[in-house]
C-alpha cells in the first residue's frame, strides 16, 4: 500500500470517527484514539513508521499557530497570574515529578530520557475539555484558562524537552546552563516570530487576492518555525508568537479573507488532530512490541503510575497557586474574581493530555534510548487522561454545579445591540445623502430597530421568549433562502443559467444563511 493511499485511508477513517462521535455526543479525540487503536490490531494492515524529524515540522507548527491566531489575548492578559502559573509553574513541576518517577521505576532510564518522558506528558491539551466544558456551559473564565494554560503550555513543555533531548546527546546535564539556554532560546524564538508575524501580516494587507492570501496563512507557521529553528532558537515560540501578532491583526483583513481562512484553520486543525490520534493507535502494536526488557504488565503499570502521577500533581498545584497568594495579601491578584472550590476542582480534573504530547513523543530519534517505551507510556497517559477524565469531566461539572452564567450571551446581546444602535445613528445622515433611496433606508432603519429590540430582550434576561422568536425568525429565513435555492437549481436545470451563474448566486445564499445564523 502506497503512502497516498495511506493518507487517503486515515483521512476517511478520521472523518468517519469524527462523524460518529458527535453523533454520540463524545468529543472527537475520543473516538480517534479508540478506533486507531482498534484499527492497529487488524491483521493485514500495514506498519506505519513515521520519520520523527518531520512529525515536529509537519504536525506541531500549524496547530499551534491556529490556536494562537483565534487566542483572546485581552481575556489571557486578564487571568495572566493563573494562566501562567499552570502553563509554566505547573508543567515544570510536572516534567521534574515525572522525571524523578520514572527514573525511580525504571532504574536504565537516564535522567536525561526521564526528564524527556517528563516534557512530554506534562502539557495538557484543551481542545477536548474545553470542548465538553462549552458544551455543558460552564462559566467563560474556566475556559479562558484552561486555553490560555495549553496554548502557552505547549512552548514551555517543548523548550524543556528539547533541552532533554541535547542533554541527552552530549551525556551531561547543567542546572545552570539548562537555565540559561531556556532564557535564550525563549526570547529568540518570541523575536522571530515577531519579525515572521510582522512580515507576513504586511503581505496579506497588501494582497488583494484571496486565494494567495490563505496560501501565505498556511505557509506562515513553517516560515516561523524553520527560521527560529535555523537560528537555533524556539520554533515553538516562534510560531505561537506569529500566530498571536496575526491573530491582532485579522479585523483590517477583507471580510472574504477572514471567512475563508478561518474555514481552511478548521480543516487544518480537524485532519491534524485526527490523523495524530489515529496513527498512535495504529502504530501501538508495533510500539508494544518494542518496548525493550520491560514485560507488558511491568510496562503498563509503570505507565499507569505516570498517569497517577500527572493528575495528582496537577490537584497538587492548582489549589495552593489559587488561596498562597491570597493567604500571603498584597495585591497580586488582588483584582481578579476568587474561584470556588468547585471551580477549582473541574481546573483540575481538566488536565487532559493530547495531540502536542503524541507529536513530541513520535518525534523522538529514532536511536533515542527507551524510545518505544516513552512512546507507550505517553500513549497509556494520553488514553487514561483523555478518554478517563474527558468521559467522566461533564458528569463532575454538573455534580459540583460548574454551569455556565448567561455571561457571554449577555455580552454578545450588549455587543449587537451597540453595533446596530451605531447603524442607526448613521440614517439621518443617510437620509440627507441619498434622499433618493428613501425606502431603502426605511426597510434598513426597521430591520435594524428589530435588531435592537431583540438583543435587549436577551439583555434584559427574557431569554425563554425571545430565544423562541429568533428561532422562529431564524426558520423563516430559512424557508426563504430554501426558496431561493431551488428556484437557482430549477433555471440551471432548465439551462437557463450557466454553471458560473449558479455558483454565484448559491455563493450569495450561502453567505445570507451565515448571516442568519440558521
Known sequence: MSTLEVVLGLLVVVAALATVARRLGVPPPILMLLGGIALGF???????????????????????????????????????????????GLVIVTAAAVGAVARLLVPTLGWAQAFALGAIVAPPDAVAATSILQRIGVPRRVVTILEGESLLNDATALVTYRLALAAAASG???????????????????????????????????????????????????AAYLAAEGLGVSGVLATVTAGLYIGRRLSVLSSEDRIAGSAVCQTINFVLNGILFTLIGLQLPSIIRGIGDLQLGDAVGVAATIALV?????????????????????TVGAAETRASLRVLTVVAWSGLRGAVSLAAALALPLSFPHRDLLIFITFCVIAVTLVGQGLTLPALARRL???????????????????AEAALALMPDLRTRWSGHIELIDRLQADYEHRVQHAEEHRDGELDEADRELFEHRQLKQELIDAERQAAREMHARAAISDEVLRRLERDLDLAELRAGV
Not at 506505519?48 to 485581552?74: G, H, K, Q, S, T
Not at 545552570?176 to 515572521?196: C, E
Request: net charge neutral; proline share 8%; glycine share 8%.
Open 172 to 222: 551531561a546535564f547543567s542546572a545552570g546552563d539548562a537555565v540559561v539556554s531556556f532564557v535564550a532560546v525563549a526570547v529568540g524564538g518570541v523575536a522571530v516570530g515577531l519579525v515572521v508575524g510582522a512580515v507576513a501580516a504586511g503581505i496579506r494587507l497588501r494582497l488583494r487576492d484571496t486565494p494567495v492570501s490563505i496560501t501565505v496563512s498556511i505557509l506562515t507557521p513553517f
Open 401 to 419: 454545579g460548574v454551569v455556565a452564567t448567561q455571561d457571554v450571551e449577555h455580552e454578545e446581546s450588549h455587543a449587537r445591540a451597540a453595533i
Open 310 to 330: 500527572v493528575i495528582v500533581v496537577r490537584f497538587l498545584w492548582v489549589f495552593p497557586a489559587t488561596f498562597l497568594p491570597r493567604w500571603l495579601g498584597g
Open 42 to 88: 487488524v491483521p493485514g494492515l500495514p506498519a506505519i513508521e513515521l520519520d520523527p524529524n518531520i512529525v515536529f515540522l509537519v504536525f506541531l507548527p500549524p496547530l499551534l499557530y491556529v490556536a494562537a491566531v483565534f487566542a483572546p489575548l485581552r481575556d489571557y492578559r486578564a487571568n495572566a497570574r493563573p494562566i501562567g502559573l499552570l502553563a509554566i
